[in-house]
């Protein structure tokens, strides 16, 4: 399980997330209880809420795919995913990431 702080005006609203996963995953998304769930190309479930104003994801592989297109397809939709829900690119949320082990 993955925490990703949101950027300034990215509101922690399980709605706005929705939204944001319909843009990036297509498929069925459930909701249960303030929790998201999905799955999509290489990844076999996709789960994402909100705790502590954090967005909380747990993805799971699928280890079946070896395809390297839908790998590589796969990794950019998360990654876009992420960077819609939090505001913050890779390389930022690699940054914020960094400086939060080093303060603990």
Same mark, same amino acid.
């Given at each position: 399980?993955?925490?990703? !702080?949101?950027?300034?005006? &990215?509101?922690?609203?399980?709605?706005?997330?929705? %939204?944001?996963?319909?843009?990036? &995953?297509?498929? @069925?998304? %459930?909701?249960?209880?303030?929790?998201? @769930?999905?799955?999509?190309? +290489?990844?076999?479930?996709?789960?994402?809420?909100?705790?502590?104003?954090?967005?909380?994801?747990?993805?799971? %592989?699928?280890?079946?795919?070896?395809?390297?297109?839908?790998?590589?397809?796969?990794?950019?939709?998360f990654?876009?995913?992420?960077?819609k +829900?939090?505001?913050?690119? +890779? !390389?930022?949320?690699?940054?914020? +990431? !960094?400086?939060?082990? %080093?303060?603990e």
């Amino acid at each position: 399980m993955q925490q990703y !702080k949101l950027k300034r005006g &990215f509101k922690p609203d399980i709605d706005r997330i929705y %939204s944001v996963m319909t843009e990036c &995953f297509s498929g @069925e998304i %459930s909701r249960n209880e303030g929790t998201l @769930e999905t799955s999509y190309g +290489a990844m076999s479930n996709i789960k994402v809420w909100i705790e502590n104003k954090m967005l909380s994801v747990d993805t799971v %592989s699928d280890k079946t795919v070896t395809d390297d297109q839908t790998v590589m397809q796969t990794n950019k939709a998360f990654r876009d995913f992420l960077y819609k +829900a939090t505001g913050y690119t +890779a !390389k930022e949320r690699v940054k914020n +990431a !960094k400086k939060d082990v %080093s303060e603990e």
